[in-house]
């Protein structure tokens, strides 16, 4: 019997579930779309949607269960929710942060933060920025905290500098 999650996020898009799915299943490793599911006639005067065009698409990143939704325009995404890539490199983040901000808001992008070309909001960070900031040493993690305040796309080396001194 497969493991059920608790919880897992679901993405409300207009009409862009199955692109985004496919979109973001390209950029991350051991990711795939496990299920497709289509409207029907049922329920066709509250839905509007056409008999046979995708309804949900269940997929996987990096292992953790999503689901985007065709849901119309009722929703849309704000800044106020975001997903977390945890980053050991700076390659590693240079690639999360060119595949996931091309084509997206250019002015959403700051202190590691990016809005993809759907209006998902993600955080580009490396893994050891939650050490840098929570030093016991005031001083240390407030220069930590400036250098990245002003930065768009994070740089590990900048931040390890500034962390130093």
């Known amino acids: 019997m497969a ?10 898009f207009v009409d862009q579930a199955e692109e985004a799915a ?24 509250i839905h509007g949607r ?17 689901t985007a939704l065709n849901g119309g325009t009722l929703f ?3 800044g106020a929710i975001s997903f977390q ?17 091309a084509g997206g808001d250019e002015q959403a992008q700051r202190c590691g933060w ?9 955080q580009i960070l490396p893994h050891l920025l939650p050490d840098l900031l ?14 990245m305040l002003g930065m768009k796309k994070l740089d590990i080396e900048a931040l390890k500098q500034a962390h130093a001194g």
């Open 50 to 66: 056409e008999p046979g065009t995708v309804m949900a698409v269940s997929f996987e990143l990096a292992g953790q269960p999503f």
């Open 114 to 122: 990016l809005q993809d070309r759907y209006g998902v909001s993600w």
């Open 85 to 101: 890539v945890d980053c050991a490199t700076q390659d590693e983040l240079d690639h999360y942060w060119e595949r996931l901000s």
């Open 76 to 78: 849309r995404f704000n």
């Open 134 to 147: 929570g030093d016991a040493d005031p001083a240390r993690a407030q220069r930590t905290l400036e250098a």
């Open 22 to 45: 496919r979109f973001y299943t390209g950029i991350f490793e051991n990711s795939r779309i496990t299920r497709l599911s289509r409207y029907g006639e049922a329920g066709r005067e």
């Open 3 to 12: 493991h059920i999650r608790k919880i897992s996020p679901c993405l409300w």
